[in-house]
């Protein structure tokens, strides 16, 4: 089987003043295959936002190769990417700016339809399919964005996203402006979709609660490059990477036990660590950390961590 | 049994003729802490307004050590505002004024209600910002906001919210706009405050964060007290149909995976559609026609639940 | 420092180009051929070709253009084509003075008027104190300047000139400070009231319109949060954050009126500023004058809007680069 998404170095710098280079990604490869889906975890910061917006070419890398069904889209220009847009889409945190308050729904979800020129009857009876695929009742399209609540408005957002049978759906953050009773359902109304339609997602998210419940693999990123990845659960269960399990121990449980706190604060990507990016705030660090930077190595289990000296299970 | 620092009782709040805030009731303890859990609309930060007097409290007591605050003048509101009762906020960003000096703002707190001078007062800031175990004291407070990271900000917040000394802080969503990471340093952060300072109320919508920090939880929804208790006793065996199904629909990062969440179907009522009788009724699985009539808050299995399943049981 | 130096070259070129359009401009307008002007009524075609050879109007424009930037800049020696000998940069330096008087006083006027009445109708919104400043402030921005003058000017010079009330109104004209303060003063105070009275009016309605977006800010929750009074909540916090948009404004108009824009006033006034000579140099179409008003009017956009950016970077830290933390 083929990836739907296949990014192969893909680095974004900014030239700031003064010739000061921020390097916000830093030569990330992932890939996602159909029916997949993928998390990217991490700090604000560390990337991950900036990473999926050039994975669905809203911005472009400044190097790397990024493949959707095996054609690299990631130096195209604009006129020749058109024909591409509608394999990936993307769901954004913010529901309400992501809709034309001024449109009703229904012809939100029409318009990129009657763009691919699709008849209006058909694209009518595709609207009404949509709505119902994500749990709305059908004369819901003919009202305004304003009348929805947050969680019905993501419902809409993720049906924009449905409405060109895409390939490949990039969802930033989409639960974590949600109250958790809403949250539940779109967490669920993924999962469904993904059984119904056979979809490759990836999610960008901090919560790793959320991304458990989402995900079957998971990147970790730290100050733009990937740390670990591997499958959800071996990564949730037995974290190799000591940011990995850094990351874990602060989420708070129930269980009430306070969480190992990590020291300090993620260092300024303009001025990144030395080594291993890790290394300022690692509990485990020594000497070599702070001189060779660690690649990401591939283990027998299909899990990749970038460390010298990862925990032992 | 601890004192109570603050007790409020029967709250009520309106806004533009809604009721808001409907009879809400409970202590907070000095050296515990007392996590308000809701989503959003359940008026939980209404709460905090009310018991800062940033809104008018319609009907009810709130009792602040032996002295009762509801109906005290503007004037008297502000001698006790940030002096005995102190607040912080879910985004520090935006909280600090970005034109000035995150000390200068602390200074000016400090000299708003005692008589000192600027040096003594800035002396006492950067002693305040070395206790938040802000580094370089000194030298952070000269910064502007926009020049901390948003854990020395929220850091340099609670350092601005004790720096009178006040008797109970008020932390509405202290931990939301942060990183887990930072999250943990500054709820570690409150816990101590807690014990050395001030009666803490920590205002949020993550059971993980009530069940790290607090002792005692309040569940709140639609402006009206569901649970009360010691945070062990509800988090172990809630009783009220909302708080069971929270906490079902919270995902874990541990014990068994479900294939699909719990929910609560439906959205939470607006203040100007709430049900008559139970305010979870029309979103309850258990919800028959005794709901039609508001439980009052009973008693039951070690702490105060609102619903009838458990009336006449206890 | 860098910045500076781009900010210099940009100033440079916008008077390079205003001086070179004025020129053309100039030239292109019929009937403004300066030699019969120059020479007076029925000079004979001898006197004319003479003085059009003396003065250069023979030669091609650029060059033209040239020697007048240089009797303008260099040597400073650049006469009026229509007053015989009239050295115009003298003539600009006299005026500027009067000028800096009327604009320097009036706007101190305005501003704390503006801030006075912001920060009150601030603090009360929709009170009755609101409504009634902020329909006098309707009233000052909507009143014409040269009108407000002319009844002032018809109150205290003639009618009631000699009642106690406004017997200390000197008459019209202006009296240098080094000469007289306290006549100074006097011959300015109520042209300074009039011309401030509109921008009084724009301005408390700004900055009202500005603190009243800002209360419903993070910050201010907080300032009211700390226990702080309203007015400190104001001064202190609102203020301090309205005061950005505030500024800009401000340094344009003061910019604009400096350079000649207080006209209506100066004429009404009967004060020799700026404004009187741009209007004289205009109806007698003296190129010399014009140019030199309008340089001087077009630096002091330049200058003032230099002013603004740094202004701008003290008040507001975040605009200071290089210390952003990720």
Same mark, same amino acid.
């Given at each position: 089987m083929k990836p739907v998404l296949d990014a192969r170095d893909v680095s974004v710098r900014y030239h700031l003043r003064g010739r000061r280079v921020l390097q916000a990604v830093d030569g990330v490869s992932l890939s996602v295959m159909p029916g997949e889906a993928l998390a990217l975890v991490g700090e604000s910061g560390c990337g991950k936002s900036t990473l999926g917006r050039c994975l669905v070419r809203l911005q472009r890398p400044s190097s790397g190769a990024i493949a959707i069904d095996g054609i690299?889209? %990631? &130096?195209?220009?604009e006129r020749a990417l058109r024909p591409y847009r509608r394999r990936m889409q993307m769901v954004f945190q913010d529901s309400q700016a992501a809709l034309n308050p001024r449109r009703t729904v229904a012809a939100s979800l029409a318009a990129p339809l009657l763009a691919q020129g699709v008849s209006r009857a058909e694209a009518a009876a595709r609207v009404a399919k949509l709505l119902e695929l994500v749990g709305l009742p059908e004369e819901a399209g003919s009202r305004f964005p304003h009348a929805f609540s947050g969680g019905q408005r993501q419902r809409i957002n993720i049906a924009r996203a449905l409405a060109l049978d895409p390939a490949l759906v990039v969802a930033d953050? !989409? #639960?974590? %402006?949600?109250?958790v009773s809403v949250q539940a359902q779109i967490i669920n109304l993924f999962s469904d979709l993904r059984a119904r339609l056979g979809l490759a997602m990836l999610f960008i998210s901090h919560d790793l609660a959320v991304v458990r419940q989402l995900s079957d693999r998971m990147a970790v990123m730290y100050l733009g490059s990937v740390v670990e990845e591997g499958p959800t659960e071996a990564l949730l269960r037995m974290p190799r990477h000591p940011y990995t399990a850094a990351l874990m121990a602060a989420v708070p449980t129930r269980d009430g036990a306070a969480p190992a706190v990590l020291a300090g604060d993620v260092p300024s990507p303009l001025d990144p660590p030395s080594g291993c990016r890790f290394h300022t705030r690692c509990p485990f660090v020594r000497e070599r950390c702070r001189s060779e930077r660690p690649a990401l190595v591939a283990d027998v289990d299909g899990r990749t961590t970038a460390c010298h000296f990862p925990i032992q299970s | 049994m601890a004192e109570p620092i603050l007790q409020v009782r029967d709250l009520c709040v309106r806004l533009s003729g809604r009721l808001i805030l409907d009879h809400v009731s409970f202590d907070v303890l000095r050296g515990r802490t007392l996590g308000v859990v809701g989503e959003s609309g359940s008026g939980k930060s209404v709460t905090a307004s009310a018991l800062m007097g940033l809104v008018p409290i319609a009907s009810g007591s709130v009792k602040f050590g032996s002295r009762e605050v509801a109906g005290l003048s503007e004037r008297a509101w502000r001698a006790l505002r940030g002096r005995q009762i102190a607040m912080v906020f879910q985004d520090p960003m935006s909280a600090f004024l970005p034109v000035r000096s995150v000390g200068a703002q602390i200074d000016e707190q400090i000299r708003a209600h005692e008589r000192l001078s600027r040096t003594d007062a800035r002396a006492r800031t950067v002693q305040l910002l070395q206790r938040m175990e802000v580094p370089d004291a000194a030298q952070m407070a &000269? $910064?502007? !906001?926009?020049?901390?990271s948003g854990g020395l900000r929220q850091r340099a917040m609670i350092a601005m919210a004790l720096s009178c000394r006040p008797d109970l802080l008020i932390a509405d969503e202290p931990t939301t706009a942060l990183d887990v990471t930072v999250q943990a340093q500054i709820l570690a952060l409150l816990r101590e405050v807690s014990q050395r300072d001030a009666g803490v109320m920590l205002i949020t919508h993550d059971m993980g964060v009530v069940a790290q920090s607090c002792a005692d939880v309040v569940v709140m929804y639609a402006g009206v007290i569901v649970e009360r208790g010691s945070v062990e006793t509800i988090l172990q065996a809630p009783l009220h149909p909302y708080t069971q199904a929270l906490m079902a629909a919270t995902p874990e990062i541990d014990g068994p995976r479900p294939a699909r969440l719990a929910t609560i179907p439906g959205q939470p009522p607006s203040p100007a559609s709430r049900p008559q009788g139970c305010v979870f009724q029309p979103r309850c699985g258990y919800a028959h026609e005794a709901c039609g009539r508001r439980p009052p808050l009973r008693s039951h299995a070690g702490r105060d639940v609102a619903c009838v399943l458990y009336e006449g049981a206890a | 420092m860098r910045s500076v130096a781009l900010r210099l070259g940009q100033g440079a070129c916008v008077l390079v180009g205003i001086s070179m359009l004025v020129f053309a401009v100039f030239f292109a307008t019929p009937g403004a051929d300066p030699t019969a002007r120059i020479a007076g009524r029925g000079a004979s075609p001898q006197i004319l070709a003479r003085i059009r050879h003396d003065y250069g109007f023979d030669r091609a424009l650029p060059v033209q253009y040239i020697r007048m930037m240089d009797k303008l800049f260099v040597a400073r020696d650049l006469t009026s084509f229509v007053d015989h000998?009239? $050295? #115009?940069v003298p003539e600009v330096f006299a005026a500027a003075p009067v000028t800096l008087s009327l604009v320097g006083g009036a706007a101190i006027i305005w501003v704390g008027l503006s801030v006075l009445i912001g920060v009150v109708c601030a603090l009360w919104p929709n009170g009755i104190v609101d409504r009634v400043l902020m329909g006098l402030s309707v009233l000052l921005l909507s009143i014409p300047v040269f009108w407000l003058g002319e009844v002032v000017n018809l109150v205290t010079q003639s009618r009631y000139h000699d009642t106690m009330l406004f017997s200390w109104v000197p008459p019209l004209g202006y009296v240098p400070f080094l000469q007289s303060p306290s006549g100074w003063f006097r011959s300015l105070l109520l042209p300074w009231l009039v011309l401030s009275s509109s921008f009084a009016g724009l301005y408390a309605r700004v900055l009202r319109a500005e603190l009243m977006a800002a209360s419903g800010e993070d910050y201010m929750r907080t300032a009211r949060a700390k226990g702080l009074s309203p007015l400190r909540i104001m001064l202190n916090h609102g203020l301090r954050m309205s005061w950005l948009g505030f500024v800009s404004l401000f340094g344009l108009d003061v910019a604009q009126l400096i350079g000649g824009g207080a006209l209506l006033t100066e004429v009404v006034f009967a004060l020799p500023g700026v404004g009187h000579l741009t209007y004289r140099a205009l109806t007698d179409l003296d190129l010399p004058l014009i140019m030199a008003t309008v340089l001087y009017s077009a630096a002091f956009v330049v200058i003032a809007n230099a002013l603004v950016d740094l202004v701008y970077l003290a008040l507001d830290p975040r605009l200071r680069t290089g210390t952003r933390h990720g």
């Open positions: 690299d889209i %990631a &130096r195209m220009s953050e !989409p #639960v974590a %402006a949600l109250d | &000269r $910064r502007y !906001p926009h020049q901390l | 000998g009239e $050295r #115009v």
